[in-house]
Protein backbone atom coordinates (compact mmCIF):
# COMPACT_ATOMS: atom_id res chain seq x y z
CA UNK A 1 0.00 0.00 0.00
CA UNK A 2 1.60 3.77 -0.47
CA UNK A 3 2.14 5.59 2.01
CA UNK A 4 -0.44 8.36 2.52
CA UNK A 5 0.96 11.72 1.40
CA UNK A 6 0.40 14.44 4.36
CA UNK A 7 3.20 16.53 3.98
CA UNK A 8 2.64 19.81 1.20
CA UNK A 9 4.94 21.56 0.44
CA UNK A 10 3.78 24.94 -1.45
CA UNK A 11 5.74 27.09 -3.89
CA UNK A 12 5.05 30.70 -3.96
CA UNK A 13 3.12 31.07 -0.95
CA UNK A 14 2.25 34.06 0.63
CA UNK A 15 4.16 35.32 4.51
CA UNK A 16 1.79 38.16 5.06
CA UNK A 17 0.03 36.70 7.51
CA UNK A 18 3.22 34.93 9.00
CA UNK A 19 5.17 37.79 9.93
CA UNK A 20 4.43 40.35 12.96
CA UNK A 21 5.33 43.45 11.14
CA UNK A 22 2.82 42.60 8.12
CA UNK A 23 5.24 42.49 5.69
CA UNK A 24 3.53 41.28 2.61
CA UNK A 25 6.61 38.56 1.72
CA UNK A 26 6.28 35.36 -0.37
CA UNK A 27 8.23 32.15 0.37
CA UNK A 28 9.74 30.24 -3.08
CA UNK A 29 8.48 27.27 -1.05
CA UNK A 30 6.84 26.80 2.46
CA UNK A 31 5.88 23.75 4.74
CA UNK A 32 4.28 23.04 7.93
CA UNK A 33 5.84 19.82 9.38
CA UNK A 34 4.47 18.05 12.57
CA UNK A 35 6.98 15.18 12.85
CA UNK A 36 10.50 14.57 12.88
CA UNK A 37 9.77 12.19 9.50
CA UNK A 38 8.16 15.36 7.97
CA UNK A 39 11.10 17.55 8.95
CA UNK A 40 13.47 15.24 7.53
CA UNK A 41 11.13 14.74 4.04
CA UNK A 42 11.15 18.79 3.83
CA UNK A 43 15.51 18.13 4.49
CA UNK A 44 15.24 15.54 1.26
CA UNK A 45 13.34 18.30 -0.98
CA UNK A 46 15.27 21.09 -0.07
CA UNK A 47 18.18 18.95 -1.07
CA UNK A 48 17.22 17.30 -4.06
CA UNK A 49 16.05 20.71 -5.30
CA UNK A 50 19.30 22.06 -3.88
CA UNK A 51 17.45 24.82 -1.55
CA UNK A 52 18.38 26.64 1.35
CA UNK A 53 16.57 25.57 4.48
CA UNK A 54 14.54 28.46 6.60
CA UNK A 55 13.28 28.14 10.24
CA UNK A 56 9.82 29.98 10.79
CA UNK A 57 8.22 30.16 13.82
CA UNK A 58 5.45 33.00 14.60
CA UNK A 59 7.35 35.15 12.86
CA UNK A 60 7.09 38.21 15.83
CA UNK A 61 10.57 38.42 16.02
CA UNK A 62 11.91 39.16 12.00
CA UNK A 63 12.01 41.39 9.44
CA UNK A 64 11.36 39.49 5.75
CA UNK A 65 12.69 40.44 2.63
CA UNK A 66 9.79 40.65 0.34
CA UNK A 67 11.05 37.21 -1.85
CA UNK A 68 12.04 34.94 0.64
CA UNK A 69 14.41 32.27 -1.32
CA UNK A 70 14.48 28.30 -0.45
CA UNK A 71 12.37 26.63 1.46
CA UNK A 72 10.79 28.14 4.47
CA UNK A 73 9.47 25.59 7.12
CA UNK A 74 7.44 25.63 9.81
CA UNK A 75 7.51 22.77 12.71
CA UNK A 76 3.75 23.16 14.72
CA UNK A 77 4.04 20.14 16.86
CA UNK A 78 2.82 20.91 20.27
CA UNK A 79 3.43 17.50 21.92
CA UNK A 80 4.03 17.90 25.95
CA UNK A 81 5.49 15.43 27.92
CA UNK A 82 6.17 15.30 31.61
CA UNK A 83 9.67 14.25 31.80
CA UNK A 84 10.40 14.55 35.87
CA UNK A 85 8.32 15.14 39.07
CA UNK A 86 8.74 15.70 42.61
CA UNK A 87 7.76 17.18 45.04
CA UNK A 88 9.49 19.98 44.88
CA UNK A 89 9.79 20.53 41.11
CA UNK A 90 8.43 19.27 37.49
CA UNK A 91 10.32 18.87 34.33
CA UNK A 92 8.06 19.19 31.22
CA UNK A 93 9.30 18.76 27.35
CA UNK A 94 7.44 20.90 24.92
CA UNK A 95 6.82 20.72 21.04
CA UNK A 96 8.27 23.38 19.93
CA UNK A 97 5.05 24.54 17.92
CA UNK A 98 3.27 25.64 21.18
CA UNK A 99 2.01 28.92 21.67
CA UNK A 100 4.26 30.93 24.12
CA UNK A 101 1.74 32.42 25.81
CA UNK A 102 -0.48 29.55 26.20
CA UNK A 103 2.22 27.14 27.21
CA UNK A 104 2.70 29.80 29.88
CA UNK A 105 -0.90 29.73 30.99
CA UNK A 106 -0.89 26.25 30.94
CA UNK A 107 1.75 25.73 33.38
CA UNK A 108 -0.06 27.98 35.83
CA UNK A 109 -2.72 25.90 35.27
CA UNK A 110 -1.14 22.55 36.53
CA UNK A 111 0.70 25.09 39.42
CA UNK A 112 4.37 25.24 37.64
CA UNK A 113 5.80 28.20 38.38
CA UNK A 114 8.56 30.26 36.71
CA UNK A 115 7.40 31.84 33.92
CA UNK A 116 4.81 34.28 34.68
CA UNK A 117 6.94 37.18 34.25
CA UNK A 118 7.02 36.10 30.51
CA UNK A 119 3.42 35.92 29.71
CA UNK A 120 2.26 37.44 26.74
CA UNK A 121 5.33 37.79 24.57
CA UNK A 122 4.22 36.50 21.45
CA UNK A 123 5.19 33.65 19.20
CA UNK A 124 6.60 29.71 19.85
CA UNK A 125 8.40 27.42 22.58
CA UNK A 126 10.79 26.82 19.93
CA UNK A 127 12.05 30.02 19.47
CA UNK A 128 12.15 31.37 23.15
CA UNK A 129 15.73 29.74 23.47
CA UNK A 130 16.59 31.45 19.95
CA UNK A 131 16.61 34.83 21.95
CA UNK A 132 16.32 34.06 25.28
CA UNK A 133 13.29 35.74 25.85
CA UNK A 134 12.91 38.10 28.64
CA UNK A 135 10.51 40.46 30.34
CA UNK A 136 9.56 42.05 33.73
CA UNK A 137 13.63 41.03 34.99
CA UNK A 138 13.22 37.27 33.88
CA UNK A 139 14.65 35.21 31.24
CA UNK A 140 13.71 32.06 30.10
CA UNK A 141 17.76 30.78 30.62
CA UNK A 142 16.66 30.17 34.24
CA UNK A 143 14.08 27.66 33.33
CA UNK A 144 15.18 25.86 30.11
CA UNK A 145 17.21 22.44 31.01
CA UNK A 146 17.45 21.08 27.53
CA UNK A 147 17.13 21.64 23.61
CA UNK A 148 16.32 19.42 21.65
CA UNK A 149 16.34 19.65 17.90
CA UNK A 150 18.00 18.31 14.15
CA UNK A 151 20.55 19.18 12.00
CA UNK A 152 19.16 20.73 9.16
CA UNK A 153 22.57 19.56 6.95
CA UNK A 154 21.99 16.22 7.70
CA UNK A 155 18.66 15.43 9.43
CA UNK A 156 20.35 14.10 12.56
CA UNK A 157 19.24 14.57 16.13
CA UNK A 158 20.95 16.54 18.67
CA UNK A 159 20.23 17.56 22.47
CA UNK A 160 22.20 20.50 24.38
CA UNK A 161 22.10 20.96 27.66
CA UNK A 162 20.76 24.76 28.67
CA UNK A 163 24.24 25.84 30.52
CA UNK A 164 25.67 24.74 26.87
CA UNK A 165 23.63 26.93 24.97
CA UNK A 166 25.26 30.46 25.39
CA UNK A 167 22.55 31.74 26.79
CA UNK A 168 23.14 35.65 27.79
CA UNK A 169 20.87 38.70 26.94
CA UNK A 170 18.66 38.12 24.10
CA UNK A 171 21.28 35.89 22.78
CA UNK A 172 22.41 32.63 22.57
CA UNK A 173 24.54 29.86 20.60
CA UNK A 174 21.47 29.46 17.96
CA UNK A 175 21.91 32.96 16.79
CA UNK A 176 25.52 32.87 17.06
CA UNK A 177 27.23 29.42 15.59
CA UNK A 178 23.97 27.12 14.95
CA UNK A 179 22.65 30.38 13.15
CA UNK A 180 20.70 28.71 10.69
CA UNK A 181 21.21 25.28 10.96
CA UNK A 182 18.85 23.52 13.29
CA UNK A 183 15.66 23.09 13.99
CA UNK A 184 14.18 23.12 17.47
CA UNK A 185 11.64 20.73 17.86
CA UNK A 186 12.00 20.35 21.61
CA UNK A 187 12.82 22.69 24.65
CA UNK A 188 12.71 21.33 28.27
CA UNK A 189 11.86 23.45 31.21
CA UNK A 190 12.57 22.76 34.89
CA UNK A 191 9.69 24.45 37.03
CA UNK A 192 9.30 24.95 40.72
CA UNK A 193 5.75 23.98 42.42
CA UNK A 194 6.70 26.31 45.24
CA UNK A 195 5.06 29.67 44.13
CA UNK A 196 7.73 32.69 44.08
CA UNK A 197 6.63 35.69 42.46
CA UNK A 198 9.52 38.38 41.26
CA UNK A 199 7.83 41.94 41.43
CA UNK A 200 10.80 43.44 41.54
CA UNK A 201 10.57 45.27 37.88
CA UNK A 202 8.54 48.98 38.62
CA UNK A 203 5.40 48.71 37.34
CA UNK A 204 5.01 45.36 39.12
CA UNK A 205 6.49 46.89 41.73
CA UNK A 206 4.05 49.64 42.30
CA UNK A 207 1.40 47.10 41.96
CA UNK A 208 2.77 44.54 44.69
CA UNK A 209 2.66 47.85 47.17
CA UNK A 210 -0.61 48.70 46.00
CA UNK A 211 -2.30 45.32 46.17
CA UNK A 212 -0.22 43.34 48.08
CA UNK A 213 2.00 40.22 46.77
CA UNK A 214 0.16 38.44 44.09
CA UNK A 215 -0.31 34.82 43.38
CA UNK A 216 1.84 33.40 40.28
CA UNK A 217 -1.69 33.41 38.33
CA UNK A 218 -2.24 37.19 39.51
CA UNK A 219 1.06 38.24 38.78
CA UNK A 220 0.57 36.56 35.43
CA UNK A 221 -2.70 38.68 34.79
CA UNK A 222 -0.75 41.96 35.99
CA UNK A 223 1.51 41.28 33.39
CA UNK A 224 -0.65 40.97 30.41
CA UNK A 225 -2.34 44.06 32.04
CA UNK A 226 0.85 45.62 31.93
CA UNK A 227 1.86 44.70 28.16
CA UNK A 228 -1.37 45.34 27.36
CA UNK A 229 -1.13 49.59 28.28
CA UNK A 230 2.35 49.95 27.01
CA UNK A 231 2.52 47.16 23.82
CA UNK A 232 0.70 48.01 20.57
CA UNK A 233 -1.15 45.20 19.64
CA UNK A 234 0.51 43.54 16.14
CA UNK A 235 -2.89 42.74 14.75
CA UNK A 236 -3.60 46.64 14.53
CA UNK A 237 -0.43 47.85 14.28
CA UNK A 238 1.94 45.36 13.17
CA UNK A 239 5.02 45.65 14.74
CA UNK A 240 8.30 43.18 16.12
CA UNK A 241 8.02 44.31 19.46
CA UNK A 242 11.36 46.22 20.85
CA UNK A 243 13.36 46.46 17.94
CA UNK A 244 16.59 47.86 19.53
CA UNK A 245 18.58 45.68 22.23
CA UNK A 246 19.06 47.96 25.41
CA UNK A 247 22.99 48.73 24.61
CA UNK A 248 25.50 48.71 26.98
CA UNK A 249 28.46 51.06 27.63
CA UNK A 250 31.65 51.27 29.56
CA UNK A 251 31.69 53.17 32.41
CA UNK A 252 33.85 55.48 31.11
CA UNK A 253 31.17 56.51 28.30
CA UNK A 254 28.69 56.68 31.03
CA UNK A 255 29.88 58.81 32.85
CA UNK A 256 30.52 60.99 30.52
CA UNK A 257 26.73 60.48 29.19
CA UNK A 258 25.49 61.31 32.86
CA UNK A 259 27.19 64.67 33.07
CA UNK A 260 25.43 65.82 29.95
CA UNK A 261 21.79 64.09 30.31
CA UNK A 262 21.59 63.81 33.93
CA UNK A 263 18.28 62.09 34.11
CA UNK A 264 19.25 59.44 31.76
CA UNK A 265 18.45 55.96 33.39
CA UNK A 266 20.94 53.51 33.91
CA UNK A 267 21.44 50.06 34.88
CA UNK A 268 24.73 48.82 36.15
CA UNK A 269 26.34 45.48 35.09
CA UNK A 270 29.21 43.37 35.42
CA UNK A 271 30.61 44.74 31.62
CA UNK A 272 29.47 48.12 31.87
CA UNK A 273 26.32 50.32 32.55
CA UNK A 274 23.25 49.17 30.20
CA UNK A 275 21.26 52.09 29.07
CA UNK A 276 17.32 51.74 28.01
CA UNK A 277 17.39 52.27 24.34
CA UNK A 278 13.42 53.64 24.64
CA UNK A 279 15.27 56.21 26.70
CA UNK A 280 17.73 57.40 24.43
CA UNK A 281 15.51 57.52 21.71
CA UNK A 282 12.43 59.11 23.03
CA UNK A 283 15.15 61.81 24.64
CA UNK A 284 15.77 62.86 20.97
CA UNK A 285 11.99 63.78 20.28
CA UNK A 286 11.29 60.96 18.31
CA UNK A 287 8.12 59.38 19.84
CA UNK A 288 5.84 59.00 16.95
CA UNK A 289 7.91 60.43 14.20
CA UNK A 290 7.55 58.72 10.77
CA UNK A 291 9.59 57.61 8.28
CA UNK A 292 7.86 57.36 5.31
CA UNK A 293 5.23 54.05 6.06
CA UNK A 294 7.23 53.21 9.51
CA UNK A 295 6.85 54.64 12.38
CA UNK A 296 7.94 55.41 15.73
CA UNK A 297 5.40 54.69 17.85
CA UNK A 298 4.06 57.21 19.82
CA UNK A 299 3.91 55.85 23.38
CA UNK A 300 6.75 53.35 22.77
CA UNK A 301 9.83 54.70 21.34
CA UNK A 302 11.59 50.75 20.82
CA UNK A 303 8.69 50.16 19.09
CA UNK A 304 8.02 50.37 14.93
CA UNK A 305 4.73 50.10 13.80
CA UNK A 306 5.04 49.21 9.64
CA UNK A 307 2.11 50.64 7.74
CA UNK A 308 2.85 48.79 4.74
CA UNK A 309 6.23 48.80 4.23
CA UNK A 310 8.98 46.67 2.70
CA UNK A 311 11.68 44.92 4.80
CA UNK A 312 13.97 47.77 2.94
CA UNK A 313 10.92 50.56 4.49
CA UNK A 314 11.53 49.07 7.93
CA UNK A 315 15.27 48.81 7.78
CA UNK A 316 15.74 52.68 6.21
CA UNK A 317 13.61 53.73 9.29
CA UNK A 318 16.10 51.62 11.60
CA UNK A 319 19.16 52.94 10.07
CA UNK A 320 18.27 57.16 10.97
CA UNK A 321 16.85 56.06 14.16
CA UNK A 322 20.68 54.49 14.67
CA UNK A 323 22.35 57.16 12.88
CA UNK A 324 20.45 60.35 15.09
CA UNK A 325 21.13 58.30 18.73
CA UNK A 326 24.98 57.63 17.20
CA UNK A 327 25.26 61.01 16.67
CA UNK A 328 23.87 62.46 20.15
CA UNK A 329 25.23 59.71 22.39
CA UNK A 330 27.93 57.68 20.46
CA UNK A 331 26.19 54.87 20.99
CA UNK A 332 25.83 52.12 18.59
CA UNK A 333 22.06 50.52 18.42
CA UNK A 334 21.82 47.19 17.60
CA UNK A 335 18.43 45.48 16.44
CA UNK A 336 16.37 43.17 18.21
CA UNK A 337 14.45 41.40 15.20
CA UNK A 338 16.58 38.72 13.25
CA UNK A 339 16.33 39.41 9.41
CA UNK A 340 14.99 36.66 7.45
CA UNK A 341 16.30 36.87 3.59
C1 LIG B 1 4.36 42.90 20.51
C2 LIG B 1 5.63 42.12 20.74
C3 LIG B 1 6.19 42.07 22.01
C4 LIG B 1 7.34 41.33 22.24
N1 LIG B 1 7.86 41.30 23.51
C5 LIG B 1 8.99 40.60 23.78
C6 LIG B 1 9.52 40.54 25.09
O1 LIG B 1 8.97 41.10 26.03
N2 LIG B 1 10.65 39.83 25.28
C7 LIG B 1 11.28 39.16 24.27
O2 LIG B 1 12.31 38.53 24.54
N3 LIG B 1 10.80 39.18 23.02
C8 LIG B 1 9.67 39.88 22.75
N4 LIG B 1 9.16 39.92 21.47
C9 LIG B 1 9.88 39.21 20.41
C10 LIG B 1 9.30 37.79 20.11
O3 LIG B 1 8.02 37.66 20.63
C11 LIG B 1 10.18 36.68 20.68
O4 LIG B 1 11.50 36.80 20.21
C12 LIG B 1 9.66 35.29 20.28
O5 LIG B 1 10.40 34.30 20.97
C13 LIG B 1 9.70 35.02 18.78
O6 LIG B 1 8.99 33.83 18.54
P1 LIG B 1 8.50 33.43 17.11
O7 LIG B 1 7.98 32.04 17.20
O8 LIG B 1 7.57 34.45 16.59
O9 LIG B 1 9.87 33.42 16.30
P2 LIG B 1 10.16 33.94 14.81
O10 LIG B 1 10.00 35.42 14.77
O11 LIG B 1 9.41 33.13 13.83
O12 LIG B 1 11.69 33.58 14.68
C14 LIG B 1 12.68 34.28 15.39
C15 LIG B 1 14.03 33.61 15.13
O13 LIG B 1 14.02 32.30 15.72
C16 LIG B 1 14.23 31.29 14.73
N5 LIG B 1 13.36 30.17 15.06
C17 LIG B 1 12.03 30.21 15.28
N6 LIG B 1 11.57 28.98 15.59
C18 LIG B 1 12.64 28.16 15.57
C19 LIG B 1 12.82 26.75 15.76
N7 LIG B 1 11.82 25.92 16.09
N8 LIG B 1 14.07 26.24 15.61
C20 LIG B 1 15.13 27.03 15.28
N9 LIG B 1 15.01 28.35 15.08
C21 LIG B 1 13.79 28.91 15.22
C22 LIG B 1 13.89 31.95 13.39
O14 LIG B 1 14.61 31.34 12.33
C23 LIG B 1 14.29 33.39 13.63
O15 LIG B 1 15.68 33.54 13.44
C24 LIG B 1 7.98 40.64 21.19
C25 LIG B 1 7.42 40.69 19.91
C26 LIG B 1 6.25 41.42 19.68
C27 LIG B 1 5.66 41.45 18.31
New binding site residues.
Partial sequence: MEKAVVLKIESSYSLLN???LGIDAEAEFFAQASSVDEVRDCLAFAVANQLLV?????????VMASHVKGLVLN?SNTALQVVNETTADVTVKVG??YN?HEFVLFCLSRGWFGLEN?S?????V???P???????GVE?KDFISAVH?IRLSDGEPFMMVGESCGFAY?ESC??QEL??K????EVEFSLSKKPCVQVGYAPLDKMAKEKGLPTPIELSNWVVQV?KSK????VDMP????FFKNPVVSTEQFQELIKRFPGMPNYPQNSGVKLPAGWLIDNLGMKGQSFGLVQIHALQAL?LINNGGSSEDVLAAASMIKNSVQKAYEVQLEQ???M?F
Fill in positions: LNTKVLGGGSNIYAGWLYIPGTGAAVQNIGAYVGRFKDGVLITRLPDPNAGSVEPRF
